[in-house]
């Protein structure tokens, strides 16, 4: 009978712990869950929110920065086309490349090719290119309209031409002003003009 009472103790003592290592168990678990879930949403949500908003305040800076850049006129200093509204840099490296001919624009000049981009909204005045020589008479070049130098660049040595001088001098007709240039004057590199007058001078000559 004692062992009987014996051994049943014993299973009610394995029991009991059994039970309460299962318990510990349980308690451990859900420390476990309720930490790693704290971490997981808590910390996670925290830093992606964090995140989301440094990199779209950064967009937003870049965003403004580009918009600024192609604002130029036509006629204003420039380095590259992206700092044009016509997305056109008309500088040493482009003139010379056109005409063959090393011609110094200093600091750029914001211009086109295309009669369409020349327009009042960009501050351009289309002209016939044919006045740097026969050979470019089916381009055109986007100048910028003035009345005095310094409604140009002066300290860039971009002039305010007035075209009638062409005839005065006997380089043009006043027909050929008149289709080359249009009506008013325009802001010129002071290098352009020299060259176109070099080449006029030739052609008149030959």
Not at 37 to 50: E, K, N, R
Not at 57 to 68: E, L, P, Q, R, V
Not at 91 to 115: D, F, K
């Amino acid at each position: 009978m004692k062992a009987t009472k014996w051994s049943l103790f014993l299973v009610l003592v394995m029991a009991a712990s059994l039970a309460l290592f299962a318990g510990c168990l349980g308690g451990d678990d859900g420390d476990a869950d309720g930490d790693v879930d704290g971490d997981v949403d808590g910390d996670s949500d925290g830093d992606v929110a964090d995140g989301d908003e440094t990199p779209d305040g950064d967009a937003t800076d870049g965003d403004a920065t580009d918009g600024d850049a192609a604002s130029g006129m036509v006629g204003d200093a420039c380095a590259e086309n992206t700092e044009c509204a016509t997305e056109f840099c008309l500088n040493t490296a482009v003139i010379s490349t056109l005409t063959g001919n090393e011609i110094e624009i200093v600091n750029g000049y914001c211009s086109s090719l295309s009669p369409e981009i020349c327009t009042v909204d960009v501050n351009g005045h289309n002209v016939s290119a044919a006045f740097l020589g026969e050979d470019y008479a089916d381009f055109n070049i986007c100048l910028s309209p003035c009345e005095v130098d310094d409604d140009c660049r002066p300290a860039d040595s971009v002039i305010c031409f007035d075209p009638s001088t062409l005839i005065e001098a006997g380089y043009l007709t006043e027909e050929q002003v008149a289709t080359f240039f249009g009506e008013g004057k325009v802001c010129i590199p002071q290098a352009v003009l020299d060259a176109a007058l070099e080449t006029l001078s030739g052609e008149g000559g030959e």
